[in-house]
């Protein structure tokens, strides 16, 4: 008869070894940092919606240039690239339309500074769009990579 080998601790059920409870944690916080992605993805999907819809506003009927609407409603047509690309959570998007979304706070910022009030007043509204915007984009990035780099750790440990 063969000599038995004594059973490895990670099949006893009562005892959790330091890998098995690193795993566990890894879990977790990939599971967190997983639902911080989904919400940071609807936050900047609504954030963006807001812009467009602030864009053809101001410029048709709240404060446009001229009376009518301006050539300026424009605008919102690079807007509208990006949201094909955040609803398919494509990473690419949300790194560029983080940079993208500057030039339409600098937009914000010499209207709030030089526009009269109903302009001001929309132009107040875009800044804080843009600076939700630029958050949702930065939050969603470090939560995917946050919700991959545990399992990438994990495979090449093994």
Request: glycine share 6%; charged share 15%.
């Amino acid at each position: 008869m063969p000599a038995s080998t004594p059973e490895p601790a990670a099949n006893l059920p009562d005892l959790v070894t330091p890998a098995a409870a690193g795993a566990a944690a890894g879990a977790a916080e990939g599971a967190t940092a997983g639902a911080a992605a989904q919400f940071s993805r609807w936050l900047a999907v609504a954030a963006l919606l807001g812009l467009v819809l602030l864009s053809l506003a101001w410029e048709l009927w709240l404060a446009p240039l001229r009376p009518g609407g301006s050539w300026l409603v424009l605008k919102a047509l690079p807007l509208c690239i990006p949201l094909a690309g955040l609803l398919k959570r494509r990473m690419y998007t949300y790194r560029w339309l983080s940079l993208l979304v500057w030039l339409y706070f600098i937009e914000g910022v010499v209207r709030a500074w030089g526009d009269a009030p109903p302009s001001r007043w929309c132009a107040l509204a875009e800044i804080a769009l843009c600076l939700l915007l630029f958050a949702a984009c930065v939050l969603h990035i470090r939560g995917r990579q946050r919700a991959t780099s545990p399992a990438t750790q994990r495979a090449a440990a093994s």
